[in-house]
Structure formats: C-alpha cells, structure tokens
C-alpha cells in the first residue's frame, strides 16, 4: 500500500461538487524548510483538503505532524513551497492580504499587546483588519458583551488573569468579523475549565455560520468538535472524513484507535519506501564499485 | 527575498496604516521606562555634561589665577635662568605676555641639585624644574648619548641648554611647564634685542618687524554657520538615533519577544504598512526628542549655562533653510529605516542591542566629514549618503548654495533611504521569523543561486578594496595599479568567485562563439562609438550645457607615458579589455541577468562599472562604454566581442593620444561617418544576435512573439 492511495474517497467528491463556494481548499501544499544540521525538511509533504461551509474541520495529529505549518500557509505567514491554497477564492500566493481579511487566526503563540486596555485591544484589531470604521464601537460594544469582557474592559491586558486573557483573545480573532476561523492548538497550556470554555465558544461559532478550521493533538477533543476530521502524520494527510466513516473505514470504534490504525499504516509503509530507498542505494553503490 | 506583488502596495492614510500608527504611539506613552530613558534622562544629561565641562573650565581659570606655582632651578647655569626670569617680570606690559599662560604666578623654590629637585617634584612640592646646563655639560650629555642623538644631528652643542623638567600626568605641573616655557622664550627674546642694541644694532625691533594683523573677510554669520556646521547634522543624528532606537528596539524585536509579531503579521494590514507605520513612528519619537533637545539646548544658552563663541550669529537665508529641511526628510527616514531594520534583524532585545552599536557607529561615522576641512559638495562625497548631508548642511550655513549637488545630495540620500526601507520590509518576510531556520533554499544549496544574491556585495567589496589600495602611496605607480586593479582584482577575483560559488566557467563568463560577422562589426564598432559618443555629448551641450569637465572627461586620451607601446598597449588595452570583461560583463552580468530586465540589467552594469572609476567626472563616460559592452554581450551571447572591444576602444585612445589627435574637435563629417558606422554595426549585431541565455523575462517575450507571428 502506497501512501497516496490512504486518502479518503470523500475528499475526491467534495472538490468536483461546487468546489467555487468552499470556503477553504488546499491543493498541492508543500513546504520545505532548509536547516544545516537537518537538510532539506518536508514539514508539509503535498496535502490536499478542503473545508464545507459551517463546518468544524479538525487536523489531527502528533506534535510535528505538520499542522502548524499547514496553517501558517493558510493564514499567508509562510509562503508555500509548491502547490496554494484558496480562501474565499482568493490565493494565498496572489491575494495574501485579502486572505487574512476573511480569516480570524488564534494560536498558542499569538499573544496580545500588553499596554493596551481590552477594549483598546479590540478596537485596534477591528481597524487593523479593515473593518469599517463606523461600526467599530458598536462591534467592539458587541463582542465585550458577548463574551463577559464589560468588568475589565479598562484594564490594561497585562493586569488581566490568563482566562480574561483568553476572552480577549478569541474577541480579538472575532474582531473584524471573518468568515472563516482559524484555531491552532487552541487548549494547549490552558486549564481544564478554560479548555472547555473555549471548546463551547468554537461550537457556538459554527452554529452562528462561521467555518471553524481546528487543529490538536487532543483525541477527545477532536471526537467532540470536529465535523469532519483530517488525520495528518509526517507531513501528509492520511484519510478525511467524518468520525462515522472513519469508523466505518476502519472498524474501530474510539478516534484514538482510529488514528492509530491509519498512523500505524503509514509508518509501515514509510519503512518499506526507506528500506527499499536503501535497497537500491546499496545496489548503486556495489555496481559504482565494479 | 521575493516579496508578494500585493504586499507591496501602499496606500498612505489607510485604516491600518492609521491604525497601527496610533496604536503604537499610545503603548509607547504608557511604556515609563522609555520615556524616562529617551526623553527625560538626555534633557538633563546634556545640560549636566555642559554645565560640568564650563564648570571645570571656570575652576581651572580660577586655579591659575590663585594658585602660586613653585618651581626650582637647578645646574650650573641657573643664575642665567634667573636672570632671564627677573628680566620678564621687570617688563610685564609687554602685550604678547597677556595670555592665559602669562597670568600664571610662578615662585621659586628651594632646591640643591637636580635629584633633591626631582624628589620634590615626586614629593609635589614643586611643579616644574629648570635644569640648566652650561655648554661643556650639555656636550658631555650629548656625547654620552651619542646614539640617542643620532636622529638629530644639527643640534648645535656650543650653547648652555635649559631643560624643563614636570610630570605630564599631573595637571598643574603640565600648567606650570608651559608657563615657564614660554617666559624662557619671552626671556630669550629680550636679551636677543638686548644684545642687538649693544652691538651696535640700536632699532627697536618693533620698528623693523612689520605688524602683522588678520582680517577675516567672512562675516559673522558665515563663521558661526561654519562653526555650527560642523557637529550639526551629527548632533542632530545623535538625537535622531538616541531617541530613535528605544522604540525601534521595542517595534520588531520586541514584538517578537513579546509573541505579538504573529498576531500582527495575520491581520489584514500588508507588510508594507506595518513597517511604514512603524517607521513613522520612529521618526515622529526622534523628530519629537530632536526639536525638545534643540529648545533644551537653547534654554540653557538662554540662561548662559551654555556659552556661545563671541560675537556669534548665524545668517540662514530662506532658501538654505528649506534646502536644509528638505535634507532632513532623506536623513531621518534613513536613520529610522536602518534602526528599523537592525530591529527587525533581531529576534529578541539583547541581539538589538548587541547590532545596535555597530549601526550607530556607522551612522554618525560619515557625518564627521563635515568636520574635514578639505571636503566640499563638489566631488565624489556628493555620493555617500549622510556624509554628503553632513557637507551640505555646513555649506548651506555658511551661505553657499549648488543647486545641482544638493538636488544630487537629495537623490542619493532618498534612494540610500529607500533601500533601507526595502531590506527592512524583507526582514518581515516571515520564514525567519516565526520558523527556526535560518536558512533558505539558495543559502542551503550554495553555488549559483547563492552568488545571484551575494554578487553585488561582491562588487562592493572589490569598490572598497580599490579605493582603499589607490590611497597607498605605494600604489601611486600605473603599471603597480594596472597590475592590481584589473588583473587581481577584476581578473583573478572574477576566476575565485566562479570556483566558490561552484559556476560553469562558460556560462558565468559567456564562453561561447559568436555569429562570424560579428568580428568585422565589432573592428569598426570600437572605435566609430568612441567618436559618435562623443558627437552625442557635444550635441547634448547646446541643448543644455555639460559642464566643462565632463566634456574633457568624454574626449580624454592616455597621456603619453614613458613606456614603449606595446607596454603600453598590453597595460592599457588588453589586461582591460580581458580582465574587465571577465568581471563586469562576465560575473557581474551573469550574476544579474535574472534580477533585471534586459535593459535595467544594462544600465546597472553600466552604473556600477561607471563607480569604480574614481573620478567623478569619469564616471558618466566609463558607463557610456559599459552600457555599449553590455548591450553587445547581450546581443552577441558571448564576452568575446565585448573583450575585443573593450581593447580597441582603450587602443584607439592610446593611438589618438600618441598622435595628439584631438577627437572633441573633428570635422563634422568625421562625426557623422562614425554615427551612420555606429548604426550599421548594431543593425549587423541585431542581425546576427545568438541573445545571451537564460534573461529575467525571456520565457515571457518568447511566449509574446510566437502567439504575435
């Protein structure tokens, strides 16, 4: 079994139906990075996905799986290497800027600036991406009451607890009103109660229409969020699918298991590729020899 | 360092822009420590080091007019000493003894020989010893120390010798010194007029020794401008800098520390607005600091903390006051985008802080050129950005305005700013940033890729190299600097960058073979360009006058050496001609050929290959034959003709210059042959063009001209 031939059959449909209207598709993606004690590194080998309007895509997968760098091309940070990605129809090669309007993107490494007060924050970020300027007060006297900011909207971000942080931080994501969401390991160093918090502000999001791309390497989150799942090791995606037809596909029951059967496949198949790579390299060598 | 088309928009006063702008300022407000570091600390700081330096300066006046400073004679001689010193005091009107040095108070003091005084000295209970030796004395020292004296020979030993003995470390001996230096000379004086009148010679001698007075024609206004000229564009840079760099520090670096940079870079503002509204506010903190310093300083010259020089003023006209705004505008943007750019090279403060000292020397070291009394506008620092500020604004102040040199002053500055700007918007290209390696795919492969990007620093290491070696002395002698410039440096570093980078030595340097017809065009080419070059350039003189030396520049032949001429044509025109190619038509183009259009990548070429001719003036012609070699290399896709052509151009001036041929003044016909010979080469060579491979844009005009026929 070859690698390219795990993908999942639903993947191939989605792309041919209405392919103009999703929100997200990625074709092609690569990225190469170039360190001098590892060489040449394939973060992200060739990836092909797409997201349904509405829906909780979830990336599952180990730490250096390649999500981050996944969404980091998503969200125009790092240029592709090969192969782009389509945002509401605009490229992220050709229209980076006009992606990063229509995405909110919250990561464990996108911290806020500590001298500004919480509704300063959002007020900047509202303007920074373009919202119009009009409607910035009534939108950020929105979103402070929304999500139960109004008692520290004063105070400056420094003062504030890592949960009224984290408020602030998902209001800010909200700020300009983006379509689509973007949440990279968004529980990774919080607390139990605020990993649920969050876990219920990323549901409520996509019943309010919003298109939620989520990635983590938590099993039950994954199981509890995602409307469709895409599993993701050694930087390339092994199957997509909904939990239902990854049971199906599978026969196991739990995601956990679930991820196992396919990661323990595809590290099978890595090791033949490698043994067979050295095959033939041993074989060169000892005719270079003759 | 490819940078996304759309990135690269800008539209001033955008919501971002505005945005992060106010934003920035607001946080800068509430940082404490900034502001206390940045603004309050050098408003007292400056004041503190005058107020210091005026205050010592008034207790070393007030020491010199109270205190009484002991000094010994010694040896066999010192009763001529204290002659000598008694004569002084009997004439203490004399008008040269009215300085500084004059009104010390000297008082002899008690001391047997030479080694008791010295004890003294040591003791600091005397300040200054003279030691006088009669003639027999000092001749024995003398001889004693033959070897010691070697160097001064003319020495003459028949005459006592008074020596001063102090301690140079200490203040008041070095004070004391000097004072009773200068009354042995006022004393050696009068007895010289003294003896004079005695032999016979009875003229006073201020009667036969004319007056000597000054009369400075420059008004009061052009001295106090030269005067503030000299430190001001450095004062006001230091300003810039010191204000500057705390919020530079803090804007990228920071950021980045802090984990804010990801958070701002996936908003929608576009890079080029977060560095611009980053330099904005860098500049608005320096200019801000700027003006508060200036109205600091004048406060305290105001309450006369501060002394200005007597009779001090300054007579700026409007025009130079607005030439010298107009230069700041190019200067603070330079000094913030290079603040800027040392901050976005960093990844946290400590590496700002580590680069930043480097880049605050370079900023003010070329500002120190306005102190240099022999640099005017006017020659080739006209070309080197702050410094040419730093001269501009010393001439303006003192009233002298050339319009063209400051216009290219403007230039140079504005485009050494925006280069600035430019490497600091592809420091946020964000691979680096949020991404552990360093590396991408040309450094990480090495070899061509690498060389594209490293060919023009290159280039720039050779520049200073040359200029460097043609200020050896040594290096005065032609056929020495023949040899190095073009053999060693253009030849061989040529060959040398080829074997590092791992190049095809036929594609870097072009070994290919041209279309046969080529030879006979390139026979006549040489030299029918040289000459319609030149009808070119008198042409252009009636429509707007050239200046003068630019014309002669044009013309200019070899000056005949003494050296025979095949010498001469083997220094002259062949080591050129081969050696010049291999670097700038070879290394240089090739190394170019993907970063430019066909025709920038000629002009730049041409450019550069103009630079490293020293002379101002020669630069224009020097990239006149370059744009024409280049056009030919990449006409004919090979450096073969442009070799031969290189070699017959400098031949033919070699030749016109052994002839004393005059080729600024020809027959008209003579000019207008060359030009219709000039046409018909390039036609031959368009004709006959095998184009230079591998072009930015060619796949492009392929694809055009296939779908056009």
Not at chain 1, 170 to 193: K, Q, S, Y
Not at chain 2, 184 to 199: H, K, M, P, S, V
Not at chain 2, 307 to 335: H, Y
Not at chain 2, 659 to 664: A, K
């Amino acid at each position: 079994m070859t690698l390219e031939s795990t993908s999942s059959p639903t993947y191939d449909t989605a792309t041919r139906a209405g392919s103009a209207d999703l929100p997200v598709r990625v074709e092609g993606l690569r990225k190469t990075f170039y360190d001098e004690g590892r060489g040449e590194v394939h973060a992200v080998g060739g990836i092909d996905f797409h997201c349904n309007r509405g829906e909780i895509f979830g990336l599952l997968g180990a730490n250096g799986a390649g999500k981050t760098t996944t969404l980091r091309m998503l969200s125009t940070i790092l240029e592709p290497s090969e192969g782009d990605v389509w945002v509401e129809g605009n490229s992220v090669r050709e229209a980076p800027e006009a992606v990063r309007r229509s995405l909110g993107f919250f990561s464990a490494s996108t911290a806020l600036y500590p001298r500004l007060t919480a509704r300063e924050t959002l007020e900047f970020f509202a303007g920074i991406n373009r919202y119009p300027a009009d409607r910035v007060k009534q939108r950020v006297g929105e979103l402070i009451e929304r999500f139960g900011i109004t008692a520290f909207q004063d105070a400056r971000v420094d003062k504030l607890s890592s949960g009224m942080k984290q408020k602030v931080s998902i209001a800010r994501t909200l700020a300009h009103d983006p379509p689509i969401l973007i949440f990279d390991e968004p529980t990774v160093g919080l607390d139990v109660l605020n990993a649920l918090a969050l876990v219920d502000n990323i549901r409520e999001l996509r019943d309010e229409g919003k298109t939620l791309l989520f990635s983590t390497h938590i099993m039950s989150e994954a199981e509890k969020l995602c409307d469709r799942i895409a599993i993701i090791h050694g930087g390339k995606i092994l199957t997509t699918g909904t939990l239902d037809e990854l049971r199906q596909e599978t026969g196991e029951h739990y995601l956990e298991e679930i991820f196992v059967h396919y990661v323990k496949d595809a590290e099978a198949a890595t090791r033949e590729l490698l043994e067979e790579r050295e095959q033939r390299e041993l074989e060169q060598f000892a005719g270079d020899g003759k | 360092m490819t940078q996304r088309s759309s990135e690269t928009k800008l539209r001033f006063g955008s919501q971002p822009l505005r945005t992060l702008y106010l934003g920035e300022l607001r946080m800068l407000l509430r940082d404490r420590r900034t502001i206390i570091a940045s603004v309050i600390l050098p408003l007292l700081f400056l004041p503190l080091v005058f107020w210091l330096s005026s205050f010592a300066e008034k207790k070393r006046e007030e020491r010199i007019e109270t205190q009484t400073f002991q000094y010994a004679v010694v040896g066999s001689e010192a009763a001529t000493v204290r002659n000598l010193l008694a004569r002084i005091g009997a004439s203490d009107s004399d008008e040269e003894l009215s300085t500084t040095r004059a009104r010390v108070q000297l008082e002899e003091a008690e001391a047997s020989d030479l080694s008791d005084a010295e004890e003294k000295l040591a003791n600091r209970d005397v300040h200054v010893i003279v030691e006088a030796l009669s003639a027999e004395e000092a001749r024995a020292e003398s001889e004693a120390g033959e070897e010691a004296r070697a160097g001064n020979p003319e020495v003459p030993l028949e005459l006592p010798l008074f020596r001063i003995v102090f301690e140079g470390d200490w203040d008041y001996s070095q004070t004391a010194a000097d004072a009773i230096r200068a009354r042995l000379y006022d004393g050696r004086r009068l007895t010289r007029e003294q003896l004079l009148d005695e032999a016979g010679f009875p003229i006073p001698p201020k009667e036969v020794v004319p007056v000597v007075e000054a009369r400075d024609l420059a008004t009061a206004g052009q001295r106090g401008g030269r005067a503030l000229g000299r430190f001001a564009v450095s004062a006001l840079l230091l300003f810039l800098i010191t204000g500057g760099s705390i919020v530079a520090a803090d804007t990228i670096a920071g950021e980045k520390e802090r984990g804010t940079l990801e958070t701002l870079l996936t908003t929608a503002a576009t890079r080029t607005e977060i560095v611009f509204a980053k330099l904005a506010v860098i500049i608005t903190v320096g200019l801000v600091i700027s003006v508060i310093q200036v109205l600091n300083l004048m406060i305290y010259v105001g309450l006369e903390l501060i002394e200005l020089p007597e009779n001090f003023a300054l007579q700026v006209s409007p025009v130079s006051a607005g030439w010298i705004l107009l230069l700041m505008v190019p200067l603070s943007v330079l000094v913030a985008a290079a603040l800027l750019w040392t901050s976005g090279r960093a990844k946290t403060y400590k590496e700002f802080q580590v680069s930043f000292f480097p880049v605050f020397v370079l900023l003010l070291v070329p500002t120190t050129a306005s102190i240099l009394p022999a640099i005017d506008l006017r020659s080739a620092i006209v070309l080197v950005p702050i410094a040419n500020v730093a001269v501009a604004v010393r001439e303006l102040l003192v009233g002298e305005t050339d319009w063209l040199f400051l216009a290219l002053t403007f230039v140079v500055s504005s485009a050494a700013a925006w280069q600035l700007v430019r490497w600091t918007l592809s420091t946020l290209q964000t691979e680096r940033l949020v991404t552990g390696t360093e590396l991408d795919e040309a450094v990480f492969e090495g070899g061509p890729g690498l060389f594209q990007r490293h060919v023009i620093a290159w280039f720039g290491i050779f520049w200073v190299t040359m200029f460097l070696v043609s200020n050896v002395s040594w290096m005065q002698d032609m056929q020495r600097q023949v040899l190095f410039n073009v053999v060693f440096l253009f030849g061989l570093g040529s060959l040398l960058l080829a074997w590092r980078y791992k190049l095809v030595p036929k594609e870097v340097f072009a070994l290919r073979a041209p279309h046969p017809w080529v030879w006979p065009a390139v026979l006549l080419g040489a030299p029918a360009t040289v000459l319609s070059s030149m009808a070119v350039v008198k042409l252009s003189n009636y429509i707007f006058p050239v200046p003068e030396r630019l014309l002669e520049a044009f013309g200019q032949q070899i000056a005949p050496v003494e050296m025979p001429s095949w010498q001469l044509f083997l220094l002259i025109a062949v080591a050129p001609g081969i050696c010049e190619e291999l670097a700038f038509r070879g290394a240089l183009l090739h190394g170019l050929r993907k970063r430019y259009e066909p025709w920038q990548l000629v002009l730049v070429t041409a450019a550069i290959f103009g630079l490293f001719h020293m002379s101002l003036f020669r630069i224009l012609p020097t990239a006149t034959l370059g744009a024409v070699l280049a056009v030919v290399t990449l006409l004919t896709g090979s450096i073969y003709p442009a070799m031969l052509w290189h070699l017959l151009n400098n031949a033919f001036a070699i030749a016109m210059g052994r002839e004393g041929v005059d080729i600024m003044s020809l027959d008209p016909m003579v000019y207008a042959a060359a030009g219709v010979v000039t046409v018909l080469v390039f036609g031959i060579l368009w004709r006959t063009r095998r184009v230079y491979p591998d072009l930015k844009g060619a796949a492009l005009r392929e694809a055009k001209a296939r779908s056009g026929t």
